[in-house]
C-alpha cells in the first residue's frame, strides 16, 4: 500500500491582514513561504524536519510551493509521524494559520492521490480550533482581538501570531531569502521593499507627493486546477510510470514561470521608480500561479500588464519544454505517456487573470486583499466565457468611499445604470492584455491611451469628468451634457487643428475600447462604459492625487 499527506493552509488572507500593519504582513508572508518552499539551500519548515528526522528524508513530493504540499511515501507510519512533527512544528513557528490536512492509502501512488482528494474536502468542511482560548483574566491584544503574550515592537500588548510575524521579518531581514529577495535583481545593489505606510518613516512606502493611492493587485492562472485534475487522470488512465514525477515538474515549472515573470515586470517597471533604493510595491504573496503585491497607482497597471504577458509567454516556453522531452534535473525526460497527457491537457501556456483594488493607503489592507481576489476571480469567470484560446484578462476597481462592498454588490449597486431601457455598466473591464489571445474584450493599452488624452491640457477634462459623475445620478442628464460637449468640441474644432486631432483620437480609441457611436454617451454593444476607468487611472498616476481631480480644464 501507498499513502499520500496532503497539507493547504486555509484562509491565509486573514492571517496575512490580521492586525492591519503593513510589516506583520510581509512578516505573515514570510511565514506561509516558508513552510514548503523549495530553495537551495533547503531552508524551509520541511527541510528543517527531514535533517531532524532522517526517517522523513525518503518522501517524495508532486506538489511543494507556498503554503501546500501532497507528500508521498510506501510506509504509512512514516508519513504519519510526519503528519505529527509538521503540525505540531507548524503551532509553535505560525501561530493562528488555518489549515486542512489528510491522510489516504492506496494500492499505489495514483490511487491514494484520488483517495486523498474527499478526505481533504472533507477535513475543509470541519471548523478549524483557534487557541489558544481568551479566559477571563487573559489581556487582549487591541489590533486582533487574540490573547496578548507581551510587548511587540510599536505595540503594547501583542499576541503570539503578529509576534511570530514580527520575529519572521526580523529574520528576514538579516539573512534575506524571501520573496521580496527573489523579485531582485542580483546585478543592482542597494534596492529595498517598503515595510510601512506610515510617511517620514526610513521603511515608509513612496508615495506620489499629495497623492495616497495605492494598488492591491491580485493575480491568478486561468484553468489551471481543472487542466490539472484532468492530467492527474489521465496519467492514472494511461500508467504513467513517472506520474509523480509529471505533476512534481509541473507544479515547479508554473512557479518558476510566476517568479520569473514578475522578476521581469520588477524589472522594467519598478526599478526605474525607485527613490533612494526604495521601490514603489511590496510582494506580499509569491506561490504556484498566484501574485500578490501592493502597488503605487501609477505603476500598477503597466507592472500588472506586463505581468500577465510574461506569464503567458513563460509558461508557454517551459511546458513546451516539457513536451518535446527537455530532460530534467535527474537526467532522463518525461516519458511518453506522461507527455502525451501534457499535450492534451498544456497544449498551449497558460494565463490569468488579475484585479486591481485601488485605495488610500490608510484604508483596511483585509478587506482591498478580498476586493482584489473578488474582481480577479470576475476577470477569470469573463475569460472562461471566451471563445478558443483563453485571455489574459485584468480588471480594475476604485474604492472611493469608506466601506468595502463585495464585487458583485459593487457591480449591480455602484456601476450599474438605466438608461433609455437598458443598463448601462460603468466600466468597461475586464480589459485584454497586450500580449494576450484574441478576444472581444477591450484592450488594456487603449484605456491608457483614454487617460493619456483625458489628461491632456487640452482637453476638457473637467466637463467630461462632471459627465462621468452624473451618469451615477442622472444619465439622461449626463447624456444631453455629452451631446452638447460633442456640439461645442465640434464648433471649436472647425478653426483649431490641435483640438481636432485631439477629438479624432478620443474617438478613434474609444472605437479600439468597443465604443459603438462616440458621437452619443460612449458605451459599447454590451453597455461597458470605459470613460470611469480612464478617470480612475488619472486619480491613482497623478501627482496632488485628489486635488487635481476637482480641477475644470476649461
Not at 518522501?59 to 501546500?68: D, E, H, L, N
Not at 484604508?363 to 475569460?383: G, S, V
Amino acid at each position: 500500500m501507498h499513502t499520500a499527506y496532503a497539507f493547504e493552509a486555509k484562509s491565509i488572507q486573514s492571517f496575512l491582514t490580521e492586525g492591519g500593519r503593513l510589516r506583520h504582513m510581509v512578516g505573515a508572508s514570510a511565514l506561509v513561504d516558508g513552510l514548503a518552499r523549495e530553495s537551495d539551500p533547503p531552508d524551509d519548515l520541511i527541510a528543517r524536519l527531514a535533517q531532524a528526522e532522517p526517517a522523513f528524508r525518503d518522501i517524495t513530493f508532486s506538489r511543494r510551493a507556498g503554503g501546500a504540499f501532497i507528500a508521498l511515501h510506501p510506509d504509512a507510519a512514516i508519513l504519519a509521524g510526519f503528519r505529527a512533527a509538521f503540525t505540531a512544528a507548524l503551532a509553535l513557528v505560525a501561530p493562528g494559520l488555518v489549515y486542512n490536512d489528510a491522510l489516504a492509502t492506496g494500492e499505489d501512488d495514483h490511487a491514494s492521490l484520488v483517495a486523498l482528494r474527499p478526505k481533504l474536502d472533507a477535513a475543509a468542511a470541519a471548523p478549524p480550533l483557534d487557541l489558544p482560548t481568551a479566559q477571563p483574566a487573559f489581556a487582549l491584544a487591541p489590533r486582533t482581538g487574540r490573547p496578548a503574550i507581551g510587548a511587540v515592537g510599536k505595540d503594547d500588548l501583542a499576541d503570539a501570531a503578529t509576534a511570530a510575524k514580527e520575529a519572521a521579518l526580523i529574520a528576514d531581514r538579516r539573512a534575506p531569502g524571501g520573496i521580496g529577495t527573489r523579485l531582485l535583481p542580483t546585478e543592482v545593489a542597494g534596492l529595498r521593499w517598503p515595510l510601512d505606510m506610515e510617511p517620514g518613516g526610513p521603511d515608509s512606502f513612496p508615495l506620489l507627493r499629495g497623492n495616497q493611492t495605492v494598488a492591491v493587485m491580485h493575480a491568478d492562472g486561468n484553468r489551471f486546477g481543472s487542466a490539472i485534475s484532468a492530467f492527474v487522470a489521465d496519467l492514472r488512465a494511461a500508467r504513467a510510470p513517472d506520474a509523480i514525477t509529471a505533476l512534481r515538474e509541473l507544479s515547479r515549472m508554473i512557479g518558476t514561470a510566476t517568479l520569473a515573470a514578475a522578476r521581469t515586470a520588477v524589472a522594467q517597471d519598478l526599478l526605474g521608480h525607485a527613490r533612494e533604493g526604495m521601490l514603489p510595491a511590496r510582494p506580499i504573496v509569491l506561490g504556484g500561479d498566484d501574485l500578490t503585491i501592493i502597488l503605487r497607482g501609477d505603476v500598477a497597471l503597466p507592472f500588472t500588464q506586463r505581468f500577465l504577458d510574461r506569464f503567458a509567454a513563460e509558461t508557454a516556453e517551459r511546458l513546451a519544454r516539457l513536451r518535446e522531452g527537455e530532460a530534467l534535473p535527474g537526467g532522463n525526460p518525461l516519458s511518453e505517456p506522461s507527455r502525451a497527457a501534457l499535450a492534451r491537457h498544456f497544449p498551449e501556456g497558460l494565463t490569468a487573470g488579475a484585479g486591481l483594488c485601488l485605495v488610500k493607503s490608510g484604508q483596511p489592507f483585509d478587506r482591498a486583499l478580498t476586493l482584489a481576489e473578488e474582481i480577479a476571480k470576475h476577470a477569470k469567470t469573463t475569460a472562461k466565457g471566451a471563445l478558443g484560446a483563453t485571455p489574459s484578462l485584468l480588471a480594475l476597481h476604485r474604492v472611493t468611499g469608506a466601506s468595502f462592498q463585495p464585487y458583485g454588490d459593487v457591480l449591480d449597486a455602484e456601476l450599474t445604470v438605466s438608461f433609455e431601457g437598458r443598463a448601462l455598466l460603468l466600466t468597461a473591464g475586464p480589459y485584454a492584455s497586450d500580449g494576450s489571445a484574441p478576444s472581444d474584450r477591450p484592450p488594456m493599452q487603449a484605456l491608457l491611451d483614454l487617460a493619456d488624452i483625458l489628461d491632456d491640457p487640452a482637453f476638457p477634462g473637467g466637463v467630461m469628468r462632471r459627465i462621468v459623475g452624473e451618469l451615477r445620478r442622472a444619465p439622461i442628464e449626463a447624456a444631453h451634457d455629452y451631446r452638447r460637449f460633442r456640439e461645442v468640441q465640434t464648433q471649436r474644432g472647425g478653426s483649431s487643428a490641435a483640438r481636432r486631432t485631439l477629438i479624432a483620437r478620443f474617438d478613434e480609441t474609444l472605437g479600439r475600447l468597443g465604443v459603438v457611436d462616440p458621437s452619443v454617451l460612449p458605451r459599447r454593444a454590451d453597455g461597458g462604459m470605459p470613460l470611469l476607468d480612464a478617470f480612475s487611472i488619472l486619480a491613482a498616476r497623478r501627482e496632488g492625487g485628489d486635488a487635481q481631480e476637482t480641477r475644470d480644464d476649461d
